[in-house]
C-alpha cells in the first residue's frame, strides 16, 4: 500500500513532480558544475603556472661566486665548477618524478662571434669580419632523453621556457646548428640561413702562439661554423646572447659532458607553514610527511639527493608568486562554489517546501482515515527522496556535461568525471529536499483534517 | 465611471494583499527563494567586477614586468651602458590609478672583505670580486626604504628586513653570504679603484637568481663607489593592470623615452596573460552558470506556486472576473513579490560580497552600485517568467475547476 501510494502520487500528477524534479535537477547540476570545476581547476592552473619557466635553480655546490650582471658571467671562462650531463635521467627517478613537467641544462660562457662572410660571399674567402664578444648559451632546444625505467621524457628549452619565441625553428642538438638572439642579429645584420662563426678554446699550445701585427701575442683558436636556423626573442638577456647545442658548447670551452646551471620545471603545492620549515629540524614522521607533500622545497630536497654535488635552489620569484596566486584563486573558486551549492540548496528547498505546503487537502484526507502524523510525515519524505535521487541523477548528469563544456573552453581539456561528486549530489539533493519539506512536513502532521477537508 | 475604477483599483489591492498574506509559510517559503537568487546574482556580479581587478593587482606578488635599460647591450666588457637617473621621474606613477612600483639599480663588480676585528679566521680576509647592485625603489612618486621584494621577491633567510635607505647597511644574497661565512651584523669593506666604502649587513636573502651573488646597498653609495653619480644600469618597474593595459604603459613610455629600450619581462608578462585570461575564464564561466541556473530554480519554484492557484482563478472567473484581470492580478502579485525578495536579497548580497571578498582577497570588495539594481530587476523578470504559466490559467474553466477534475 505504502509503494502504491508513492507510485500513485508520483504518476497521478506528473506535471507537479516534473516541476520540482527539474528544479532539483537544475540546482543539482550547478552543484555538479561547480564542484567538478573547483576540484579540478588547481591542477589545471598549476600547470598554466608552469608558463612561467622553471622554479627550481641547481648550480655546483662547489661553484666560486658568480660574477653575473644581466645574464652575463663576468667570470674567466676557467673559474667554477661544473656538473655531470649524465646524472640528468635520475631526475625522473626522484619520488616526485610524474610532478617534474622539464628540465634543461645550460652552459653559458663568452666567445667571440663573427659573421662567416666567407661562406657568403667568395670574394672575402680567406678573412672574416671583425669578431665581437657575445655572451653564447649551449643548452637542449627538444631533446628526449631515456630515463632509468626505459621510457623516452622529452625536455629541453623550448618546453621549459614557453615564452622564448624563435623565428624559423629551433636548432636540432645533434648538428652544428644555431639561434641567435633578436638584438644581437639586428645589430650585426644575422638572417636565418646565415652562417656564424664562433671562436673557441685553444687549439695549440700557448707556447706556439703567434705574434699578430700589433705585436701581440695571439693562441690560435679555433673557429666553430655554426648554421642560423632562427631568431630568439625572449625579453630577457637571451636577446643578446647566441644560443648553441650544449655538445658543441662542451666541446669549445673544453668541458664534455659538463653542465653549469640546470633549470627544472615541477608541479608544486603552494607552501604554508609547515610547508617552509628547515628539513632538519623535523622529526622522522615530519619528514615523512613534508617529502610525501610535493612542496617546491621537498622536491628541491628530493632532486639534492640524486644529484650529488649540486645546490638545489627554489626561485622564488616563480615559486612564491605562484603559491600566492594559487592559493588565492583557489579560495575564490571554492567560495563560489559554496555559494552556487547554498544557492542550489535554498532554491531546491523552497521548492519541495511549496510542493508539501500544496498538499495540505491531501494530508487532512490521509489523517481522516486514519494515518498517524508519522505514516503521513514517512510517505511524504519517501515521495521527496524518490525525487531527490530522480533529481539528483539527472542534475549530476547535466552538471558533468556542463564541466566539461567549461572545463574544454577554459583549458583545453574535461575534468574527470568523480564518483566522489556523484555521491555528494544525491546526498546533497536528499538532505536538501528533506530540509525543506521538514518544516512544512512538521506543521501538517499538527493539521487538525475536518478545517482542511471543509476547504478552509 | 471615477468611483468604480477607484473600487476597483481598492479591490486589486486588496485580493493582492490576502493572496499574499493568506499563508505565511508559502510568502516565505517563496521570498527565501527569490532571495537567495538576489542574494547570490548581487555577491557574485559583485565579486566578478571587483576579483578580475584584484588579480591583476595579486600578479605583482611575482615582481616587476618592465625593465629599461640602456639602448643596445654592453658591447665591452669594462664600460657597461648606463641610463640618465632623470629617466627614473619620468614613469607614469600610477596605472588604472593603482601605483607603480618601481626601482632603479645600478651595478658593478667590487672587491669585497669582510671585516670583522673578531673573526680572524683565514677565509674572514679573504677579498675578492662581486657584484654590488645599488638600488632606490619608489612606489608611486615616493621613494620608499623598504620594498625590494617587489621587485625581486625573496625570502629574508637570516636577519631583519631594515630601513636602510640612508644608512650604511647593505643586505646580501645567500651564495654571496655563504661564500665569505658572513651573517647579520658583520661589516663589509667595499673597493673599486681608489674609492672604499664600508656597509654593514642586515639581512641576507635568497632569490633562486643571479641576484644570489650580489650584495645590496644604497643608490648613492654605490654611484659614489663606482664614481657614477646620476647614473644607474637599468630601471625595473612592477605595473599593475590588465595585460592589455600594461601593454599601453609600455608602449607611451617607449615614445617618451625614446634614448632607452623599455620592455616587458615577457617571461612574466605572457605567463600572466595567460593566466588571467584562465582564470577569469573560469570565474565568468561558474559565475554566469551559477546565475543562468539560479534562476531557472527560482523560477521552477514560482511555477510551483502559481499551478496551485488554480482553485483561486476559477472562482474568480466564476464571479465574473475577465481573464486578463485575473492575469493582471497574478503579474502584480509575482512582481510584488519580485521586489521584495530582490531587495531582501541584494541587501544580503551586499554583506555576503563584502565578506567573500575579505576572505579571498583580504580586503573586502568595494560595493558596486550598478551590481544592486540589475540584481533586483533579474528578480523580478525571473519572479514574472516563473509566474509565466498562469496565463495558461486563464483558459480555464470555472466549472471543471469546482467540480474537483485535475
Known amino acids: ?456 | 465611471m471615477t468611483a468604480p475604477v477607484g473600487t476597483n483599483r481598492k479591490m486589486f489591492w486588496r485580493i493582492i494583499r490576502r493572496l499574499l498574506f493568506a499563508h505565511r509559510g508559502r510568502l516565505f517559503v517563496i521570498l527565501l527563494a527569490l532571495g537567495t537568487g538576489a542574494a547570490v546574482t548581487a555577491a557574485l556580479l559583485n565579486l566578478q567586477v571587483d576579483a578580475k581587478r584584484r588579480l591583476t593587482t595579486e600578479f605583482r606578488v611575482l615582481g616587476a614586468n618592465v625593465i629599461i635599460a640602456a639602448r643596445g647591450a654592453s658591447d665591452s666588457r669594462d664600460s657597461p651602458k648606463v641610463l640618465i637617473e632623470s629617466l627614473f621621474g619620468q614613469l607614469p606613477a600610477e596605472n588604472e590609478g593603482i601605483p607603480v612600483t618601481k626601482a632603479e639599480f645600478l651595478y658593478g663588480i667590487v672587491d669585497i672583505a669582510p671585516l670583522d676585528p673578531k673573526e680572524v679566521n683565514a677565509k674572514s680576509h679573504k677579498s675578492a670580486k662581486a657584484v654590488v647592485a645599488g638600488f632606490a625603489i619608489a612606489v608611486g612618486s615616493n621613494y620608499v626604504a623598504h620594498g625590494l621584494e617587489k621587485i625581486f621577491p625573496s625570502t629574508v633567510v637570516e636577519g631583519k628586513n631594515l630601513n636602510f635607505l640612508n644608512v650604511r647597511t647593505c643586505e646580501l644574497g645567500q651564495n654571496l653570504a655563504s661564500e665569505f661565512q658572513l651573517h647579520p651584523g658583520a661589516r663589509l669593506a667595499l673597493k673599486y679603484g681608489d674609492a672604499a666604502d664600508v656597509c654593514d649587513v642586515s639581512a641576507i636573502r635568497s632569490f633562486g637568481g643571479s641576484e644570489d651573488n650580489q650584495a645590496f646597498l644604497e643608490l648613492r653609495a654605490v654611484q659614489t663607489l663606482l664614481k657614477l653619480p646620476g647614473r644607474v644600469s637599468l630601471i625595473q618597474a612592477s605595473v599593475p593592470g590588465t595585460p592589455e593595459s600594461v601593454g599601453r604603459y609600455i608602449a607611451t613610455l617607449a615614445k617618451a623615452i625614446p634614448e632607452a629600450d623599455v620592455r616587458p619581462i615577457r617571461q612574466f608578462t605572457e605567463a600572466e596573460a595567460r593566466i588571467y585570461d584562465r582564470i577569469s575564464g573560469v570565474l565568468t564561466a561558474t559565475v554566469a552558470i551559477v546565475l543562468l541556473l539560479t534562476g531557472l530554480c527560482v523560477m521552477a519554484a514560482m511555477t510551483n506556486v502559481a499551478m496551485e492557484r488554480r482553485n483561486d482563478v476559477g472562482l474568480m472567473k466564476a464571479i465574473g472576473g475577465a481573464s486578463r484581470r485575473v492575469q493582471r492580478l497574478f503579474l502584480a502579485e509575482a512582481a510584488l513579490l519580485g521586489l521584495t525578495g530582490g531587495l531582501l536579497g541584494a541587501a544580503a548580497g551586499i554583506a555576503l560580497s563584502i565578506g567573500l571578498g575579505k576572505a579571498v582577497f583580504g580586503v573586502a570588495a568595494r560595493p558596486r552600485l550598478i551590481v544592486y539594481p540589475v540584481a533586483v530587476a533579474l528578480t523580478i523578470i525571473v519572479a514574472i517568467a516563473g509566474a509565466f504559466p498562469l496565463r495558461r490559467l486563464t483558459s480555464i474553466r470555472p466549472a471543471s475547476v469546482f467540480r474537483g477534475e485535475a
Not at chain 1, 146 to 170: C, E, L, Q, V, Y
Not at chain 1, 196 to 224: F, K, M, Q, W, Y
Not at chain 1, 380 to 398: R, T
Open chain 1, 1 to 456: 500500500m505504502f509503494v502504491r501510494l508513492v507510485a500513485d502520487s508520483v504518476t497521478r500528477r506528473p506535471r507537479q513532480k516534473l516541476l520540482t524534479t527539474a528544479a532539483l535537477a537544475l540546482g543539482m547540476a550547478v552543484a555538479t558544475a561547480a564542484l567538478s570545476v573547483s576540484l579540478d581547476v588547481g591542477d589545471r592552473l598549476a600547470r598554466e603556472f608552469r608558463s612561467l619557466g622553471a622554479n627550481l635553480l641547481v648550480t655546483p655546490q662547489a661553484d666560486s661566486l658568480p660574477l653575473e650582471i644581466g645574464g652575463v658571467d663576468y667570470r674567466p671562462v676557467n673559474a667554477g665548477a661544473y656538473l655531470p650531463e649524465a646524472d640528468l635521467p635520475k631526475l625522473k627517478t626522484i619520488f616526485w618524478h610524474n610532478n617534474i613537467v622539464s628540465f634543461v641544462p645550460v652552459l653559458e660562457f663568452s666567445a667571440a662571434f663573427s659573421q662567416d662572410l666567407a661562406a657568403q660571399h667568395p670574394k672575402y674567402s680567406g678573412q672574416v669580419d671583425n669578431f665581437h664578444e657575445v655572451p653564447v648559451i649551449g643548452t637542449w632546444a627538444n631533446r628526449s632523453i631515456r630515463i632509468p625505467d626505459g621510457a623516452n621524457f622529452a625536455t629541453g628549452a623550448a618546453k621549459t621556457n614557453p615564452w622564448w619565441h624563435i623565428d624559423g625553428s629551433w636548432f636540432s642538438d645533434t648538428v652544428k646548428e644555431c639561434v641567435v638572439g633578436r638584438q644581437l642579429a639586428q645589430r650585426y645584420g644575422v638572417k636565418i640561413g646565415d652562417t656564424i662563426l664562433l671562436r673557441g678554446r685553444e687549439i695549440a699550445p700557448p707556447s706556439t702562439a703567434i705574434i699578430d701585427d700589433t705585436g701581440e701575442r695571439v693562441s690560435i683558436r679555433e673557429n666553430v661554423a655554426f648554421v642560423v636556423r632562427g631568431l630568439l626573442s625572449t625579453g630577457g638577456p637571451e636577446d643578446n646572447a647566441v644560443v648553441i647545442p650544449l655538445e658543441f658548447a662542451q666541446q669549445m670551452v673544453g668541458k664534455p659532458g659538463k653542465y653549469r646551471k640546470l633549470y627544472v620545471s615541477a608541479l608544486t603545492k603552494p607552501e604554508d607553514d609547515f610547508g617552509r620549515r628547515d628539513p632538519k629540524t623535523m622529526k622522522p614522521d615530519e619528514l615523512e610527511r613534508w617529502s610525501c607533500s610535493p612542496y617546491v622545497s621537498s622536491i628541491a630536497y628530493s632532486i639534492q639527493q640524486v644529484l650529488p654535488g649540486a645546490d638545489v635552489r627554489v626561485i622564488r620569484r616563480v615559486a612564491e608568486g605562484e603559491g600566492r596566486i594559487l592559493a588565492r584563486v583557489r579560495t575564490l573558486l571554492w567560495l563560489v562554489t559554496l555559494a552556487a551549492l547554498l544557492a542550489a540548496a535554498l532554491a531546491v528547498g523552497a521548492s519541495s517546501a511549496a510542493s508539501v505546503i500544496e498538499r495540505r487537502t491531501e494530508i487532512g484526507l490521509m489523517k481522516a482515515l486514519g494515518a498517524g502524523s508519522g505514516t503521513v510525515g514517512f510517505l511524504l519524505a519517501a515521495e521527496q527522496l524518490l525525487l531527490a535521487f530522480m533529481g539528483g541523477g539527472i542534475g549530476y548528469a547535466l552538471g558533468i556535461l556542463l564541466a566539461r563544456v567549461v572545463g574544454e573552453k577554459i583549458f583545453g581539456a574535461a575534468p574527470e568525471p568523480s564518483l566522489l561528486i556523484l555521491v555528494v549530489i544525491i546526498g546533497l539533493a536528499a538532505g536538501v529536499t528533506l530540509l525543506g519539506s521538514a518544516l512544512p512536513l512538521r506543521r501538517a502532521s499538527r493539521y487538525e483534517p475536518a478545517p482542511i477537508l471543509r476547504g478552509e
